[in-house]
């Protein structure tokens, strides 16, 4: 392993965190694996983080700052209409689905590590808040329903969207694609007025 400064070293370390976080989910997410993926050994990354909790966290939240940055960066030249449709469409064509899974995983790790709790809490209202925006935007704002809030709305296809995709991991069958995409498409007519 080359020599890298104390803040590079860190990033290097967290960046190959999220890759392990997205291939193995939380219960995969370990000193030892992360070392195995960043070709170094488990005490570098004790030198650098207190725990693996504390690395988790580093981990959520560069993933979720790399894909909401990903998404302005995919979007930016489009309407509000479309960025709408491209952020709801991945929900509803499957393309998302393996964030979703990691969503579904990480509101559970919340659940059962409250040290983890804030972060995960913090990242979904960074989501919620790309959202209301889109929904706030211009041309968006008038597919809404009187009935909702921009905000609100969002916040509620989301955790319908994460709440889907961790069903689909405990019951694939019941939770088939085609079964989210209806549910999802439904939700979305709904509150878009559709």
């Known amino acids: 392993m080359s020599y890298l400064a104390r803040a590079e070293r860190r990033q290097s370390i967290i960046d190959a965190a ?42 959520w939240r560069s993933y979720t700052d790399a894909e909401i ?31 979703l ?34 929904f706030r935007d211009g041309e968006a704002a008038a597919l809404i329903t009187l009935r909702s809030t921009p905000g609100s709305a969002a916040a509620r296809i989301l955790l319908l969207a994460i709440g889907l995709s961790g069903m689909a991991a405990i019951d694939p069958e019941g939770f088939s694609e085609r079964h989210r995409t209806r549910i999802i498409g439904d939700a979305l007519s709904a509150e878009l007025g559709a």
């Not at 000193?31 to 170094?40: C, D, F, K, P, Q």
């Not at 979007?75 to 479309?82: H, K, M, N, S």
């Not at 709790?117 to 209301?132: C, D, H, N, R």
Request: a negative charge.
């Open 101 to 134: 899974r990691l969503w579904a995983n990480a509101w559970a790790h919340a659940q059962s590590t409250p040290d983890f709790a804030p972060a995960y809490l913090e990242s979904y209202q960074e989501l919620v808040g790309v959202l209301t925006e889109l």
């Open 18 to 59: 999220v890759r392990v976080l997205i291939r193995e989910g939380f219960a995969g997410l370990t000193t030892r694996s992360v070392a195995r993926e960043l070709g170094s050994s488990p005490g570098q990354i004790h030198h650098h983080f207190e725990s693996t909790g504390e690395l988790a966290i580093e981990a």
């Open 69 to 99: 940055a990903a998404f302005h960066t995919a979007t930016d030249a489009l309407g509000p209409r479309e960025r709408l449709s491209d952020f709801f469409g991945n929900f509803t064509d499957g393309t998302s689905e393996s964030e």
